[in-house]
């Protein structure tokens, strides 16, 4: 699936070192501020992953297996996701999008992979269930990448909202045979797919991207 051309973004993290009294006032803001949104939060399902995100933005307190990804703010989608390198905006063509095509950002990891997440206004009907709605949806997704719909369809639903789990098959990753795995969900009259293409079956990192996924507004 070709890439249509879209603006870069790096994801980087510079500064110098000043000491380590600053280090450490640092960390201990961060503890302070993860205690406060645990309590507040809970620490219950999704919400832990909130928690998680927070402590990867102080910098004395990430993990030793931090592993690059970054935290990424769509203003015109409406969301924030965690994403590894460089990420890439673009649109992939959508004929039921009001537009035809939805706006999207991606980034790779290595040649195997690509982890997107695409959204558009779509119409959407009153008079008829949402999840038939998004089976119609995934079934346009899944011509629209040139692949084939898997069976396996997954009724679920994403913070508070519709959601389908699918699988595209019969693509092509960097020539390689590959799957799409993606999570549909339909937040009022936006679409969003969140997507793994890669041409490993499992798509190691699809988890990490949907549970990193909150919506702004």
């Given at each position: 699936?070709?890439?249509?051309p879209?603006?870069?973004?790096?994801?980087?993290?510079?500064?110098?070192?000043?000491?380590?009294?600053?280090?450490?006032?640092?960390?201990?803001?961060?503890?302070?501020?993860?205690?406060?949104?645990?309590?507040?939060?809970?620490m219950?399902?999704?919400?832990?992953?909130?928690?998680?995100?927070?402590?990867?933005?102080v910098?004395?307190?990430?993990?030793?297996?931090?592993?690059?990804?970054?935290?990424?703010?769509?203003?015109?989608?409406?969301?924030?996701?965690m994403?590894?390198?460089?990420?890439?905006?673009?649109?992939?063509?959508y004929?039921?999008?009001?537009?035809?095509r939805?706006?999207?950002?991606?980034?790779?990891?290595?040649?195997?992979?690509?982890?997107?997440?695409?959204?558009?206004?779509?119409p959407?009907?009153?008079?008829?269930?949402?999840?038939?709605?998004?089976?119609?949806?995934?079934?346009?997704?899944?011509?629209?990448?040139?692949?084939?719909?898997?069976?396996?369809?997954?009724?679920?639903?994403?913070?508070?909202?519709?959601?389908?789990?699918?699988?595209?098959?019969?693509?092509?990753?960097?020539?390689?045979?590959?799957?799409?795995?993606?999570?549909l969900?339909?937040?009022g009259?936006?679409?969003?797919?969140?997507?793994s293409?890669?041409?490993?079956?499992?798509?190691?990192?699809f988890?990490?991207?949907?549970?990193?996924?909150?919506?702004?507004?």
């Amino acid at each position: 699936m070709p890439t249509l051309p879209g603006s870069v973004s790096v994801r980087q993290t510079a500064g110098r070192k000043r000491g380590l009294g600053p280090v450490l006032m640092i960390g201990l803001g961060g503890v302070v501020l993860i205690g406060v949104i645990a309590v507040v939060l809970g620490m219950t399902g999704d919400d832990a992953a909130v928690v998680d995100t927070v402590r990867d933005q102080v910098p004395a307190l990430r993990g030793q297996d931090y592993d690059g990804w970054e935290p990424f703010d769509d203003a015109d989608g409406g969301f924030t996701v965690m994403l590894p390198g460089e990420v890439i905006d673009g649109f992939q063509p959508y004929p039921p999008a009001d537009d035809g095509r939805m706006d999207r950002i991606h980034t790779d990891i290595g040649a195997e992979t690509t982890l997107s997440v695409s959204y558009s206004q779509v119409p959407v009907s009153d008079s008829t269930p949402k999840q038939e709605q998004l089976r119609t949806f995934a079934g346009s997704w899944a011509d629209a990448l040139g692949g084939t719909l898997s069976k396996d369809v997954q009724e679920t639903t994403f913070r508070g909202q519709p959601a389908l789990v699918v699988t595209v098959k019969g693509l092509k990753h960097n020539g390689e045979p590959a799957t799409a795995k993606a999570l549909l969900v339909l937040k009022g009259t936006m679409l969003y797919v969140i997507q793994s293409e890669s041409v490993y079956a499992d798509h190691p990192s699809f988890d990490r991207l949907v549970k990193s996924l909150t919506f702004t507004s």
